[in-house]
């Protein structure tokens, strides 16, 4: 499997992404809303686009489709929900669904309710695992649920799914929000060393050529994978002494997406 992370250096900070069998050059574009610079990526590789995955419905993810499917001729794969909510989606997919790129290549499909409620991961099953997590989990954070989603069901998804992924699986990200993550992560966790030493060395980070997390690091910076931490629960209950001394994983992390709202 061959990744191509595209920076398209909108106001969004969206990353785009190429996938590629290696043996046939087809190619999965997810959520290439840069549609012209996927297409010209591809080309310099000489690949071919013939699939494209949405993670979810919203329009700097979707915006791009018509431009690759006119200039490929790919079909278009989305959560089976969305059929209302994205135009022309060829396959309807779910839990467990497997979707094959080329000869070498199979993602499966994740059902990531919590940014909206028809929301699609996607992990690798290769030597190196990877998750193209959309907008549900970022570098050190987690997605908003303000337009269509829900923070329960966001609080499930990384509870029953993302917090069980192998440490050694790789995170590609919808969008580029790493240093204000850690930020956030710092104002909650003041003690964190390693995300401390993180917002130092990629300050000044070029976005095309980003940090790519294992969830190992994800486990040591992310505020929404730390939510049994001392240092976490204590600067909580020094904000909001109703939450107790013991509160249940459900409830920090409720609060902090609350906070990280207007953080």
Same mark, same amino acid.
Request: charged share 25%; hydrophobic share 35%; proline share 6%.
């Given at each position: 499997m061959i990744v191509e992370q595209i920076w398209t250096g909108n106001a969004y900070r969206n990353f785009n992404y190429l996938i590629a069998? /290696? #043996?046939? &050059? !087809?190619?999965? *574009?997810?959520? /290439?809303?840069? %549609? +012209?610079q996927c297409l010209a990526v591809a080309a310099e590789r000489g690949w071919s686009i013939t699939q494209i995955l949405?993670?979810?419905?919203?329009? @700097?993810?979707? &915006? &791009?489709? =018509?431009g690759v499917v006119r200039a490929t001729g790919a079909k278009i794969i989305a959560h089976s929900n969305a059929a209302g909510r994205i135009p022309n989606i060829d396959r309807g997919v779910g839990a467990g669904d497997v979707i094959k790129v080329g000869h070498s290549v199979e993602l499966e499909c994740l059902d990531t309710p919590g940014h909206t409620m028809s929301h699609i991961c996607l992990l690798s099953k290769t030597d190196q695992p990877a998750l193209f997590s959309g907008d549900t989990m970022f570098n050190a954070g987690a997605g908003n649920c303000h337009n269509g989603g829900h923070p329960d069901e966001? %609080? !499930?998804? %990384?509870? $029953? +799914?993302? *917090? =069980?992924?192998? !440490? @050694?699986?790789?995170?590609? /990200? &919808?969008?580029?929000?790493l240093l204000n993550n850690l930020g956030f992560t710092l104002d909650r966790e003041p003690d964190n060393a390693l995300a401390q030493k993180m917002i130092e060395d990629y300050s000044d980070q070029d976005p095309s050529n980003a940090l790519i997390t294992t969830f190992a690091q994800e486990k040591e910076i992310n505020? %929404?994978? $730390?939510? +049994?931490?001392?240092?976490?629960? *204590? $600067?909580? *209950? #020094?904000d909001y002494p109703e939450v107790g001394d013991n509160p249940d994983a459900r409830t920090v992390f409720l609060k902090l997406r609350e906070l990280r709202n207007s953080w």
């Open positions: 069998c /290696p #043996e046939t &050059g !087809d190619a999965l *574009a997810i959520d /290439p809303l840069d %549609f +012209q949405n993670t979810h419905e919203h329009s @700097d993810h979707i &915006g &791009g489709n =018509k966001l %609080f !499930d998804t %990384f509870e $029953r +799914q993302l *917090a =069980k992924l192998g !440490d @050694d699986t790789l995170l590609y /990200p &919808g969008h580029d929000y505020i %929404f994978l $730390r939510l +049994q931490n001392p240092s976490v629960i *204590a $600067r909580m *209950a #020094e």
